[in-house]
């Protein structure tokens, strides 16, 4: 499948990690690109690719002022809270920002009659696994609002499907990893909670030590195990995304991941690899709301939207991470 013609994609949440990936694959393919951030966690450094417009979700008149005057071919979905803990702690804020900002983004599409979508979902959608591998068909069971903030969009976007003939993608993303390899964007959120930067990081200012979060988890040496995937191969499957809905109405969900699980131990030993030295951590009680185990089946993108990731080796990508790491413009 390719994509034919010039297109315009929105990217809420184009200043942010994903976001600004996505931003600067769109323009390299020759596609005009808007991005529309509030800039809560997003960077203005990121923000080198296409025409950028600083507003927020829960705002719709901010939204209405992003859609006045230029019609889009298809909108991509990034801004969110993505911190599952946090979540935890603070549900009216991931309820507000996660539903209620993305009800008014699409009942702004609706108004200006802008019909495709694709949503950042993710694989916290799934729970505890019944499956090793799990694909879409596992039962949907969040453990923290988080995960029930993605999955209540999930569910409403089959509602615009049927009602409005809004055509979606959802994709549960697993883990999110890597930057760009020319090392000039990357992953840089403020706190840092995700495995990947920590290790990075902690091998990187010696007076930050690594913490792992449970030891006694019922996984083969006791951490979390997780699928990553890379950056650069979620990005690529949003623009196959687009033109798959071009051929196939409705609401569709796919996973994204590489479907090899790694726990944390062996995450860690492949940095220590790639860093060329061995990375001290310390145990620590298990976080709220984590899964033993997620990892995809990602047969269903790669069968219907000939997505393939090309950076299947977890070396190559903490090398990606670790490029950036090293040298942060931001
Ligand atoms: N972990 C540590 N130490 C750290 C950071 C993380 O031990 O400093 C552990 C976590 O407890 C977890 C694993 O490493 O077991 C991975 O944690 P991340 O925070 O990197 O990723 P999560 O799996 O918690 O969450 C990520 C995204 C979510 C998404 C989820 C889906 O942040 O948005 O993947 O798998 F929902």
């Known amino acids: 499948m390719t994509l034919n013609g010039k297109l315009s994609l929105l990217v809420c949440g184009g200043a942010g990690y994903i976001g600004s990936h996505m931003a600067r694959m769109i323009a390299e393919a020759g596609h005009e690109v808007t991005i529309f951030d ?17 507003g927020d979700l829960r705002n719709p008149a901010d939204l209405d002022a992003a859609f006045k005057g230029t019609h889009y071919d298809a909108v991509f979905h990034f801004s969110a809270l993505i911190v599952v803990s946090e979540s935890v702690e603070k549900p009216f804020d991931y309820y507000e920002n996660n539903v209620t900002g ?4 699409l009942q702004t599409m609706h108004k200006h009659g802008v019909k495709r979508f ?18 879409e068909t596992h039962p949907l069971s969040p453990l923290n ?28 993303y697993f883990n999110a990893a ?20 920590n290790i990075l990081l902690s091998s990187i200012d010696k007076g930050r030590r690594l913490k792992i979060f449970g030891s006694d988890y019922p996984t083969p040496d006791g951490t979390c195990v997780r699928d990553y995937v890379h950056i650069l191969d979620l990005c690529s499957a949003h623009l196959a995304a687009v033109v798959y809905m071009a051929q196939n109405p409705g609401s569709h969900c796919f996973n994204l991941g590489n479907g090899q699980g790694f726990s944390i131990l062996e995450v860690l030993k492949a940095a220590g690899d790639v860093i060329g030295h061995r990375i001290e951590f310390d145990f620590e009680p298990a976080r709220a709301g984590d899964s033993p185990r997620l990892v995809a089946d990602s ?13 299947t080796d977890l070396r190559e990508i903490i090398e990606t991470a670790y490029r950036w790491h090293k040298n942060p413009v931001y």
């Not at 694709?118 to 694909?135: L, N």
């Open 178 to 197: 890597g930057a760009h390899p020319d090392g000039t964007i990357g992953e840089a959120h403020n706190p840092e909670t995700h495995l990947i930067p």
């Open 145 to 172: 609002p988080y995960g029930r903030s993605k999955l209540f969009v999930e569910e409403i976007l089959e509602d615009y499907a049927t009602a409005y003939g809004m055509d979606s993608v959802r994709f549960r």
């Open 118 to 135: 694709v949503f950042s979902s993710t694989a916290a959608v799934y729970g505890d696994p019944v499956m090793d591998i799990i694909t």
């Open 38 to 54: 509030n800039l809560s966690t997003g960077h203005k450094e990121a923000l080198k690719w296409g025409r950028f417009i600083q």
């Open 299 to 311: 047969s269903k993108a790669l069968a219907e939207l000939k997505w393939k990731p090309r950076y």
């Open 102 to 105: 993305t009800l008014n983004l």
